[in-house]
């Protein structure tokens, strides 16, 4: 039981670290944003920098590596092991610390090894693919908004800081567009290692992945219609709305667009290139496309592999799961908390904006824990299922999955032409996750249960 | 007309012509999720409940599932029976069984023990190894010695192998590292019945001959 409540405060502190890492990310943003303005180059220049340096270096790429031992760590959990737990700092050789020292250990494993160029490789190519692979991966999240936009004061007037690092009005193009780039790099990985199942793997890859791209786009076209708008924090808005009228109800999209959540979640699953969807890699029998990288090369393409988890659960979270927002009831109690909050802690008259920014914190910290809870799914789906066969994972792209999503958009615009208050689609979606939860509990009701916990649970 | 049997389909391998029953299972998305659902509760458990570190596996407590046994602090005793390394068997008063007969030398497949008799002042018939080095890198743990002695005198029921070392020499074990665990008497034995089969006390007294390196771990 004292594990119980060791991982129970370790769950709160994560939360208030999420806490103070979004008011350190405000407060930089405003920061940068009004000595850039000082300096006479324009504020949003200083606020885009800031924003780069805290959501790619101080939250993408701490979460990718916290991922990297998590994935060990959250693996060993799923098949009953401990994981890796030897690894210790000097000092504080007792204690494991959860395996986060390993972090350190693979880091230095990979930068002190050999950087190896096979005798038939492409050079040039050969350099540049980890890059190439990695770039438009990291460039991704730049459309990911972390957090709302909060007034902060400021001795020029008033500066929205958002923990946004772009937010073009194409917004979800420029994710397919930038997500198609990544084909590059593996393709290019595979065919400059003149080896044969390095090629296989990348000619795996880019047929996986451009079988994907239309299962990716088409799940995302219901969203767009339901909502109206390309740009991602537009949809988070309209995703902050009760529904069927009620204030308690969410009109995420995961209620209203079921079937476009399983299909964007599978295909960009399947871009991630990670098991069930392996078979660019298939570490079994051909190792894939980057067979002949080492040290921290092969680190850029896991590094890639991380990155691509958390752009696709912060995509899902701000698409599909509401972004910052709970429901309507909740969204206010976390208002009038935050608000509260600040009048306990700083006595006087009521402070707007001291509030706003408390609820802004708050409300990013919500959107990381959704990141995180939605990158855990992932971790989970690939240590749960075995690999697919090729030809079923180009039939289920082709055959399955674009089916359904044209079947989609057609049942989305209907619902839409019927009943724009999205009432008529929420039913549906109800209806749709009302199935699929009735199928699985009666097809776990079947089959006689394994007595394994009467056996000794072993 | 008999009915020709078809030609088999000439392939490598045949996919398993097993199809989905119904439409919930031919949609993977139900047994996805009661997949899901299995590594969860697995993942929750093991996270959430401290694990019982008894290293007997099997009657492990609690909800927490996770069969490891971190080895260096937790050891799995080993089943009775298992040959582990071998022992010098001592008597009662704490010197060798060994009559260094040479009859575990002999049949030791790996010819990894080596014994130097030594003969008792004025008794003919008793010896005791002046020397008895048992070289556990070459050891196959086949336990033929065992089998081979009359007298009981060498047994590998201590339940531990032989420590990793560094040195080659170190491995040689002799008398002073194998001579240990508890004594044993059996109604037969000839000092029950003889005064003069005593072996002297300078025999075992230091020095005891002992190979370069062969040090006493420690």
């Known amino acids: 039981m004292g594990r119980f409540v060791r991982m129970s405060l370790l769950g709160v502190l994560i939360a208030a670290g999420l806490c103070l890492w979004a008011w350190l990310g405000y407060v930089a943003i405003d920061w940068a944003g009004s000595a850039t303005f000082e300096l006479g180059w324009g504020a949003t220049l200083g606020q885009a920098a800031a924003a780069i340096v805290f959501l790619q270096l101080l939250f993408v790429m701490i979460l990718a590596t916290l991922l990297m031992v998590a994935e060990r760590k959250w693996s060993a959990a799923i098949q009953d092991r401990i994981g890796p737990n030897r690894a210790r700092l000097p000092g504080l050789s007792r204690f494991s610390l959860g395996g986060i020292p390993h972090v350190l250990a693979d880091a230095l494993k990979m930068i002190s090894k050999e950087d190896f160029v096979p005798a038939k490789a492409n050079r040039l190519l050969f350099q540049l693919a980890p890059v190439a692979n990695l770039l438009p991966i990291l460039c991704l999240f730049a459309i990911v908004p972390m957090g709302p936009p909060v007034p902060v004061r400021h001795a020029f007037g008033v500066l929205f800081a958002s923990l946004q690092i772009a937010n073009p009005d194409a917004g979800l193009l420029y994710l397919f567009a930038i997500a198609s780039l990544a084909v590059y790099g593996v393709a290019l990985a595979g065919?400059?290692?003149?080896?044969?199942?390095?090629?296989?793997?990348?000619?795996?890859?880019?047929?996986?992945?451009?079988?994907?791209?239309?299962?990716?786009?088409?799940?995302?076209?219901?969203?767009?219609?339901?909502?109206?708008?390309?740009?991602?924090?537009?949809?988070?808005?309209?995703?902050?709305?009760?529904?069927?009228?009620?204030?308690?109800?969410?009109?995420?999209?995961?209620?209203?667009?079921?079937?476009?959540?399983?299909?964007?979640?599978?295909?960009?699953?399947?871009?991630?290139?990670?098991?069930?969807?392996?078979?660019?890699?298939?570490?079994?029998?051909?190792?894939?496309?980057?067979?002949?990288?080492?040290?921290?090369?092969?680190?850029?393409?896991?590094?890639?592999?991380?990155?691509?988890?958390?752009?696709?659960?912060?995509?899902?979270?701000?698409?599909?799961?509401?972004?910052?927002?709970?429901?309507?009831?909740?969204?206010?109690a976390l208002a009038s908390a935050a608000a509260s909050l600040v009048a306990w802690r700083f006595a006087g008259p009521p402070d707007p904006g001291a509030a706003a920014l408390t609820l802004a914190v708050f409300q990013a910290a919500l959107f990381a824990v959704k990141v995180i809870v939605l990158c855990w799914l992932q971790l989970a789906i690939r240590w749960t299922f075995p690999r697919f066969r090729y030809d079923q994972v180009q039939a289920l792209g082709w055959r399955f999955l674009l089916p359904l999503g044209l079947v989609n958009v057609f049942a989305t615009g209907l619902c839409l032409l019927l009943d724009s208050s999205l009432g008529l689609l929420g039913a549906l979606g109800l209806a749709e996750i009302a199935l699929v939860v009735g199928a699985t509990l009666w097809s776990s009701s079947r089959p006689a249960a394994l007595p394994v916990a009467a056996a000794g649970g072993h | 007309m008999a009915d020709e049997p078809k030609p088999r389909a000439i392939a490598a391998y045949r996919a398993p012509e097993s199809r989905p029953e119904n439409l919930a299972e031919y949609s993977y998305v139900p047994e996805a999720l009661r997949g899901l659902a299995v590594s969860t509760g697995h993942f929750l458990r093991n996270l959430l409940f401290s694990r019982d570190p008894s290293p007997d596996v099997i009657h492990r407590r609690g909800p927490n599932q996770v069969t490891t046994v971190q080895y260096p602090e937790e050891i799995a005793p080993y089943p009775p029976g298992y040959r582990s390394m071998h022992r010098l068997v001592p008597r009662p008063d704490g010197k060798p069984r060994c009559v260094a007969c040479y009859l575990c030398a002999t049949i030791c497949p790996a010819q990894c023990i080596y014994i130097e008799a030594g003969e008792y002042e004025g008794d003919p018939i008793e010896k005791y190894p002046k020397r008895f080095e048992i070289d556990e890198l070459r050891c196959i743990v086949c336990g033929f010695c065992v089998e081979a002695c009359p007298k009981d005198a060498i047994r590998m029921d201590t339940g531990t192998h032989t420590k990793p070392t560094y040195d080659r020499p170190a491995i040689i074990y002799g008398i002073d590292r194998l001579l240990k665990g508890p004594a044993v008497s059996h109604q037969t034995d000839v000092w029950f019945k003889r005064e003069t089969s005593a072996p002297p006390e300078e025999a075992h007294a230091h020095p005891i001959p002992r190979s370069p390196g062969d040090e006493p771990p420690g």
Do not use: C
């Not at chain 1, 051909?286 to 896991?302: A, P, Q």
């Not at chain 1, 890639?304 to 799961?321: D, H, K, N």
């Open chain 1, 191 to 332: 065919w400059a290692s003149g080896n044969k199942l390095a090629l296989l793997g990348g000619v795996r890859a880019a047929s996986q992945m451009v079988a994907y791209e239309v299962a990716l786009g088409l799940g995302l076209v219901g969203m767009m219609m339901t909502t109206g708008t390309l740009r991602l924090d537009a949809m988070i808005q309209s995703q902050s709305a009760g529904l069927f009228g009620t204030s308690w109800f969410p009109a995420w999209g995961l209620f209203v667009q079921p079937v476009g959540f399983l299909l964007f979640f599978a295909a960009a699953f399947a871009e991630t290139k990670r098991t069930p969807f392996d078979l660019p890699e298939g570490e079994s029998e051909i190792i894939g496309y980057f067979l002949e990288y080492s040290g921290m090369k092969f680190g850029m393409f896991m590094m890639a592999e991380f990155v691509e988890i958390i752009t696709l659960s912060g995509v899902v979270t701000a698409v599909f799961l509401g972004g910052w927002h709970l429901s309507p009831v909740l969204d206010d």
